[in-house]
Nanobody, 123 residues
Framework: QVKLVESGGGLVQPGGFLRLTCAASGRSDSITAMAWFRQAPGKEREYVAAIGRGGGRIYTMAVKDRFTISRDNDKNTLWLQMNSLEREDTALYYC?????????????????WGQGTQVTVSS
C-alpha cells in the first residue's frame, strides 16, 4: 500500500511561482511511474506532467516550458516546480503513483492518489 500526501499549494499572483511536493510512504519502492494531475472547478481531471522512474518526462502543452516535474527515488518524493503561473493554472493538484513500465499520462495507469493541494492564481 502506497500513501501520497501533497503540499505546497497556495495563493499566488499571476507570473508568480510555487513548488508542489508529494511525499510517498508505504511500499514506495514498488513505484515506477509518477505524475501530477489537476482539476479545476467545473472541469474534468487532466494530466499536468508525468515522470518515469528513470526520469523520462511528459508535459501537457499548457504547461510546457513553465513547469518542471522531478523526483528523488531515495527520498520517495515528487515535486512540481511551477513558474510563470497563469490564471488558468488554478486547480486542485493531485500526485499519483503507478507501476507502469513506461512514463504514462493515462489516469488508468495510476493506482495511488493523494488528496490534492489547492493552487489559486489571482491578483
Amino acid at each position: 500500500q502506497v500513501k501520497l500526501v501533497e503540499s505546497g499549494g497556495g495563493l499566488v499572483q499571476p507570473g508568480g511561482f510555487l513548488r508542489l511536493t508529494c511525499a510517498a510512504s508505504g511500499r514506495s519502492d514498488s513505484i515506477t511511474a509518477m505524475a501530477w494531475f489537476r482539476q479545476a472547478p467545473g472541469k474534468e481531471r487532466e494530466y499536468v506532467a508525468a515522470i518515469g522512474r528513470g526520469g523520462g518526462r511528459i508535459y501537457t502543452m499548457a504547461v510546457k516550458d513553465r513547469f518542471t516535474i522531478s523526483r528523488d527515488n531515495d527520498k520517495n518524493t515528487l515535486w512540481l516546480q511551477m513558474n510563470s503561473l497563469e490564471r488558468e493554472d488554478t486547480a486542485l493538484y493531485y500526485c499519483a503513483a503507478g507501476l507502469a513500465r513506461e512514463t504514462t499520462v493515462s489516469p488508468d495507469d495510476y493506482v495511488s492518489w493523494g488528496q490534492g493541494t489547492q493552487v489559486t492564481v489571482s491578483s
